[in-house]
C-alpha cells in the first residue's frame, strides 16, 4: 500500500497493569513500576544489546494496543484537562491516533540473562499496559534528547496534580511488601476518569494480580479494600 | 499478519538535505537547520493543532526510508565510534533496525498558514532527508521527556567531537546568506563516513541545492567549490 509501512512487533512488556485503569498518565511518573521486556524468539541475540548497558534510560516505540480504531479524530480531551476541553490530537501524547504508536522514557534497571527467555531489560517507569507488543527500542542520548528548558504547553500546569492515599495497615498487607509503595503512588496520581468528584463512587483498579477498590472524599484516595484476583 | 501493524504516512518534512552525507547525526546539533512539515490532505485539519503552539519542541516518528532492508542485522558500526567497532542496534540510533523508524526532537518555530497546503509547521535542529515520511508527531514533554543526568553511553564521549570551517569568501557568497553559517555548523560536525583520514580526498555535500566541495585536512574543513545543482 502507498504511503504505508509495516512494522513488526519484536518484544512485550509485562508490567503489573493488565488494565488502562490506573496506569500513570506518563512514563517516570511512578519511579518504582518497573516491567520486563521480553523479545520476540525472532529478535533474541545477545549481540543487539551490546553496549545497552552504559545507557540509564530507553526509549520505547510500542503498540496501543487497545487504542486501535477505524477512524482517526482530530481531536481528543485529556483527561489532565478535566476531559471537557479539546486539543488537537497532534497536541497531545493521547493513544488515540492516525498510528497507535506510543512513546515512553524508562530506565533500563537490569539486563537479566535467563536460561528460557534470553536476555530480558528489566525497566522501571513504564506506564505500559502487561503485553504491550514493543515495535522499537533506542538508548536514550541526554545531549539530543534532553531538553529541560522546554514548553510543555497545557500539560505543564497539570502535572503537580497528586492526591493524598490512605490505606488502612491491614488493607496494605494483603500486597507484597514491594507493590505496597507502588500502589500508593499510583493512585496518588488519580486514575479518576475526568476528575470525577462523587465521593460515594467506588473505583477498582486492578494492579500486580489485585483488585484495588478506593474513594475519593475531596483530595484523599481512601482504599476501602484489596481483594487477589 | 500476526504481530505486525501497517502504519500511515500522516505528513512530509521538507529540508535541505536530499541526500544522506552530511546530515548530522542527531537531531539539535545544527539547530538553525529548518525544515517544513507539510500534512498529507487526510490528516491536514487545523483542529489536529489545536494547544500545538504552547509546546516548544516535538518528536516526530519517522521513516528511515533509505534503511529499509529485508534484513536486520543485531550489531551495527556507529559512524562516531570510526566506524571499526560493532554496537548492538537496540543501543544505537542507527536507521538500520528491525523496524526502519526514527525519532528526532525538532524546536517547533511557527505553525504557518498556508492557502494551498494548510497548516504547516516549520521546525529547526531537523537532521531528517528531504522526503521523508513523517507517521507521527507527538508534543514534548519537558516533565517525563527530559533527563539530563541520563547516561549516554558510548554515545557520550563522542558529542564534543567538532572541526574547524575554512570557507574562502567567494564561495560562501555562492550561497543565499541565510544558509551560509548553517551549512558551515553541518561541516563542522564532521560529515565524512568513519573519520576517513585522507587529506587528499575530495568530499560533496548536497545542501540547499548546492552542490559543496571540501576536504579535511587535519581537523579543519576545507570548502574548495560551491556549485549550484
Same mark, same amino acid.
Given at each position: /500500500?502507498?504511503?504505508? /509501512? ?38 533474541? #541475540? ?21 487504542? =486501535? ?6 481531536? $481528543? ?11 488537537? $490530537? ?16 524508562? #530506565?533500563? $534497571? ?50 503537580? =496534580? ?21 500502589? +500508593? ?38 482504599? +476501602?479494600? $484489596?481483594?487477589?484476583?
Amino acid at each position: /500500500m502507498e504511503n504505508s /509501512m509495516i512494522i513488526k512487533q519484536i518484544a512485550v512488556i509485562h508490567t503489573d497493569f493488565r488494565e488502562k485503569f490506573g496506569i500513570p498518565r506518563q512514563s517516570g511518573r511512578v519511579p518504582t513500576l518497573t516491567g520486563e521486556i521480553e523479545f520476540l524468539p525472532e529478535y533474541r #541475540k545477545s549481540e543487539a544489546l551490546r553496549g545497552l548497558e552504559g545507557f540509564s534510560h530507553l526509549w520505547l516505540i510500542f503498540d496501543f494496543s487497545k487504542a =486501535h480504531r477505524e477512524q482517526w479524530s482530530p481531536t $481528543v480531551r485529556p483527561p489532565r484537562l478535566g476531559g471537557n476541553q479539546r486539543i488537537g $490530537v497532534f497536541a497531545s501524547r493521547s493513544p488515540f491516533r492516525p498510528n497507535p504508536l506510543g512513546l515512553s522514557c524508562v #530506565k533500563l $534497571v537490569e539486563i537479566r540473562h535467563t536460561a528460557d527467555r534470553g536476555d530480558v531489560l528489566v525497566v522501571s517507569g513504564a506506564d505500559l499496559l502487561d503485553g504491550t507488543p514493543i515495535y522499537d527500542i533506542k538508548p536514550y542520548l541526554p545531549f539530543a534528547d534532553s531538553h529541560p528548558e522546554a514548553l510543555g504547553g497545557y500539560a505543564d500546569a497539570q502535572q503537580s =496534580h497528586r492526591l493524598q492515599v490512605e490505606v488502612p495497615p491491614e488493607l496494605l498487607e494483603c500486597l507484597p511488601e514491594d507493590k505496597r509503595q507502588t500502589m +500508593i503512588d499510583c493512585l496518588a496520581e488519580d486514575p479518576r476518569p475526568s476528575y470525577q468528584n462523587d465521593s460515594e463512587r467506588v473505583y477498582s483498579m486492578q494492579y500486580a494480580g489485585f483488585d484495588v477498590h478506593f474513594r475519593v472524599v475531596q483530595e484523599c484516595v481512601q482504599v +476501602i479494600g $484489596v481483594e487477589k484476583l
